[in-house]
T-cell receptor, first 109, second 115 residues
């Protein structure tokens, strides 16, 4: 079966760095997405990785290792507004998105 | 429009009634998805439309659920004889093409409560 695993919840301090991991087992791979979802709102697109390596976008970076079935989202200089759920999703060989359950990130002052 | 528009934003219905949810994707986006999300849970795929191809209905949980997309644009998700377990947020997303490399844009969702 297809599976996306990510931690259920993480806590970090304002101004610090946090890494949210995602491991996946899917039938084929056509890219990995990270989305941010604030409580009661729709998910918003953060990043897309299809090749191995690190993609940096401001305070957010996303890393992919296809051979390990592994990705992480790195958030630097954490701000209170970064408190949200972070969803990892993998696009399989049929171009379907397989979603993880999300990681709830709690930022403390 | 500038974003994906969904209506209604909230719907409370009695068990056994039919409901219709609407999604208006971004103009020019050929791919349209319906998901549902229960409180604190991940996204559950329901149905996928890509251009004029036959939709992928593999995620629909029962034959009470159906969806159509008229003219390659607006989509409606219909739930017949609603049950309490249908209560969830129903999210619509669209993308330029099926591969969605630029990511999907989600609507704000319809919160359905079946009482």
């Amino acid at each position: 079966g297809q599976n996306i695993d990510q931690p259920t919840e993480m806590t970090a301090t304002e101004g610090a760095i946090v890494q949210i991991n995602c491991t996946y087992q899917t039938s084929g791979f056509n890219g990995l997405f990270w989305y941010q979802q604030h409580a009661g709102e729709a998910p918003t697109f953060l990043s897309y990785n299809v090749l191995d390596g690190l993609e940096e976008k401001g305070r957010f970076s996303s890393f992919l290792s296809r051979s390990k079935g592994y990705s992480y989202l790195l958030l630097k200089e954490l701000q209170m507004k970064d408190s949200a759920s972070y969803l990892c999703a993998v696009m399989d060989s049929n171009y379907q998105l397989i979603w993880g359950a999300g990681t709830k990130l709690i930022i403390k002052p | 429009g500038a974003g994906v528009s969904q209506s209604p934003s909230n719907k409370v219905t009695e068990k056994g009634k039919d409901v219709e949810l609407r999604c208006d994707p971004i103009s020019g986006h050929t791919a349209l998805y319906w998901y549902r999300q229960s409180l604190g849970q991940g996204l559950e795929f329901l149905i996928y439309f890509q251009g004029n191809s036959a939709p992928d209905k593999s995620g629909l949980p029962s034959d009470r659920f159906s969806a159509e997309r008229t003219g390659g644009s607006v989509s409606t998700l219909t739930i017949q004889r609603t049950q309490q377990e249908d209560s969830a947020v129903y999210l619509c997303a669209s993308s330029l093409g099926g591969q969605g490399a630029a990511g999907y844009t989600f609507g704000s969702g319809t919160r359905l409560t079946v009482v």
